[in-house]
Each structure stands twice: as C-alpha cells, then as structure tokens.
C-alpha cells in the first residue's frame, strides 16, 4: 500500500533521500532520488509497513477517543520552479472506535531546502474499515505561500493499525493542486 507520485531529476548522479519514522511496530517515511531538478520520469514515494493489527483485534468500542501523536515527513514538489522540498512536523490523530472515525491534523513546519518556512495545517479525516482508515486529507488555512496549494485542495489518505492491538497508526497522503504542485507525506503515531 502506498501513494507514489514524480519528483526527481535526470542526472547522471542522482542521490537518494530517505528519512523515516521508526516506532515499536511500525516504520513511516518517504524515498526519492533527488537532486535539485525535476523531471517527469523520477519517482517520489512515501511508504508505511510493519505489523499490521488484525481487524479482529481493532477495537470496536472504547471509553473514550484515543488520541494517537506522532510524527510527520513529507515530499513538495514545485513543478513551476522545479524543485523538490522536505516538510517535517507532527501529526495528531483522534481515533473514536465507537463510530469508526478518525479525525486529526498535521502540523508542519519546515521546508528544509528553502527559506519558507510558513506550512500550518492538513486536516485528516476518516472511517475505520477492518484495521485499515480510509478517508481524505485537506489542505488548511495556512498551508504555504498563498500561491503553494489552494486552501481546501483534497487527496486520498491511506493509514493502517499497527501492533497487537491498534498500538500505532501510520499512513500516507497525497495533494496534487490545480497546478500540478504535488504534496506527499507519511506519518506514525501512537497513544
């Protein structure tokens, strides 16, 4: 499971950037081969894998939301300026096991190759199937440059329970905006 998109460059000594989110069952990141031109035959990937919780074990009720906090690395690519940007925060995920919903946000802050450094908010939204949560995530006020995504841009957003018994929560996400700007993200948290 997986969201890839474009985002890398034809050079003939491409590097590769990997960073990763490692938590007791589960490992959330992003992959590409990079450098600071883009292309349209590179590939930019965020990934999450590890012990999957089996749907007979995810919760059906509980006392109350769980709220599950972790971390969040993510891909932007500028298509207009080609070039690639890394985009770290954290991630909050409110899990209500008695309606089958989840609800969150991202939180990013940085770029790490440029000097904007204005990223705010991806709301996070979605229904529990199994032990997998299925749903869509938002470009929110504050996301950028008024001129990075349009507020309210939505994208698939793929996430799995990992660990025994729904220990962790990690996933990915996908925004293409209006413009062909791509934004990629993986993220992994626990209660």
């Known amino acids: 499971m997986g969201i890839s998109a474009y985002a890398t460059d034809n050079s003939s000594e491409p590097f590769v ?6 938590d007791d069952y589960s490992i959330a990141g992003i992959a590409a081969l990079a450098s600071d031109e883009l292309s349209d035959d590179g590939v930019a990937t965020v990934f999450h894998t590890g012990f999957q919780t089996p749907a007979s074990a995810v919760p059906t009720s509980s006392s109350s939301v769980v709220f599950y906090d972790g971390q969040f690395l993510g891909l932007r690519a500028d298509v207009s300026a080609a070039e690639l940007f890394e985009i770290s925060g954290l991630v909050e995920m409110d899990v209500d096991f008695n309606t089958s919903s989840m ?7 940085t770029e790490t190759s440029t000097t904007r450094a204005d990223f705010n908010t991806i709301l996070l939204s979605g229904n ?4 997998a949560v299925n749903g869509t995530a938002e470009i929110g006020l504050g996301f950028g440059n008024p001129s990075d995504f349009t507020v309210g841009r939505t994208g698939p957003l793929e996430m799995q329970f990992y660990g ?9 996400l996908e925004i293409v905006d209006s413009n062909g700007d791509v934004l990629l993200g993986s993220m992994s948290g626990a209660p």
């Open 17 to 22: 950037v990997g960073l990763s989110v490692i």
């Open 103 to 109: 609800t969150g946000a991202v939180f990013a802050g």
């Open 128 to 131: 529990i199937v199994g032990s």
């Open 164 to 172: 025994p018994s729904a220990n962790e929560l990690a996933g990915v």
